[in-house]
């Protein structure tokens, strides 16, 4: 009796472990995938059309001008404005919600800024179309309210949640016992938060940073709707009043109509190529960070 | 005009159980070949027989018999606070080119002109820069400036021009709304200016439109006769405004017929 039940263990946990192997072989499986297709489909591109052609400052696909370098442009001008936003506001609400708030605020707060998250991408365009767009061509006398600031504006607002909860939770695993001390030595609750708190929480916040900054690359919807999708190049600091074009817009809006196997086609993927190693950089750099902080911490604490 | 002829085939067949229509695109040219080889009972283009395909069919011993089944009209349109009224098509083609680039130089007030365009994808794109921008001109190159606006819906377009008092764009004729101001356009400078209404589009003096056409030889079948019929009922012409497009009156079907 008690070794048939034994048994009946063994073989639960062994099907459990197969199954949770298999879930995890398979993720790996599918990004192989996903990675083979996305090459396959990309590679064509470099060879059928000219890298100076590629290269070039004019994106009209319809009259077979592929210059993919005003919407790298683009795409990396709306991270920027994005990042600049969303970085400092994260950051001091995550502080705000763990260190300084009081319970009843920290209770309203955090379910609001998970409600934020919560927005479809959609949504944010029609607000920047309806509002802001508005809003911004009058305030800055622009021709356009549809620009690089609009849609930087707004994808600072969606990223902004991710950051502030994942950095709040890095600010939160930092041990009681570091602030104490810190207060114990007689510094003020800011010199704790700037020198102690938020220093032992720096690899959660570069993740949580990387982790925005990736939405903010390959969110489309609301950049299709807001920037205008001019595929213009960038002159200087006026850029982020102009309208820009990005690169997932580009694939978003033109994606469906390209016959299968046409330059068009490849280029697009080419492009999809492009920002595949953007956010595989991104996230590998954030690794890289967060672990070697890791070690470094375990080097002191042992 | 591959979509209408899609749509309505569709609906014809959900509404006649054992009636099968295909539709095949290709362009015009190649329905109206179709029709001269025997191959299909209707053509549809989207312009009108030239003289060599009408040859060639009576060649084969068959009239070409022409229905206008319904027009397809762009209304350039700005803002209501432009008073901008008149344009003519060489000044929207300079426009879109980036030529002219401040209202001052049209008449108006000292603004920027935002040009607003759909995507690269929308036919109305294609065809505003054959008709408008290149003038109907095959060896004209040129295209949109760089600048132009490609916003993703006819909506976009639309709360732009509403919002914006620099902005220009275009639009087919059933998506515009009361709240911009239409532009009545000439061909040139020597003819007067006409605003796109259901009107002028029959009776063909605004410029940007044109008429989209089936074509039967002399004796089609009973099957493609309904169907003529039921194309010119209220129901499909429904469909042609839903599209976009600029449905023909009844008075107009009884000619066609």
Known sequence: MASKARTS???????ITLLIRTAGYLSVLFVLLISLFLIREAVPAMFKVPADALF?????????LYGIFPLLTGSLTITIGASLIAIPLGLLTAVYISEIAPPWTKEILKPLVEILAGIPSVVLGFLGILVLSPFLRETFNLPTGLTALTGSILLGWAAIPTIVSVSEDALNTVPSSYREASLALGTTRWQTIWGVTVPSARSGIITAIMLGVGRVIGETMTVMMVTGNAPTMPSGINTI????????ATIASEMGEVAKGSDHYQVLFFIGLILFVFSLAINIIAFQISSRRIKR???LLS | ????????AEKYQEENAGV??????GGSGTGLASLVNGTVDIANASRSIKTEEKEQLEQAGHQAVEY???SDAIAVIVNPENPVQNLTLEEISRIYKGEINNWAELGGENRPIVRLSRETNSGTHVYFLEEVIRLGSKEDKNIFAPDTLLLPSSEGIITEVRDNPNAIGYDGLGYVTPDVKVIAVAKDRSLPYVKPTIQTVINGTYPISRDLYMYTNESPSQAVQDYLAWIYGPEAQEIVSDLGFV???TKQSANGE
């Open chain 1, 56 to 64: 070039n400052t004019r994106w009209y696909p319809i009259e077979g």
């Open chain 1, 9 to 15: 263990i063994h073989y639960g946990e062994f099907i």
């Open chain 2, 247 to 249: 449905p023909v009156s």
């Open chain 2, 20 to 25: 099968r229509i295909s539709v095949t695109g």
């Open chain 1, 297 to 299: 911490s375990e080097r």
């Open chain 1, 241 to 248: 009043l102009m309208p820009i074009r990005t690169m997932t």
């Open chain 2, 68 to 70: 206008v089944v319904a």
């Open chain 2, 1 to 8: 005009m591959v979509n209408l002829a899609l749509v309505w």
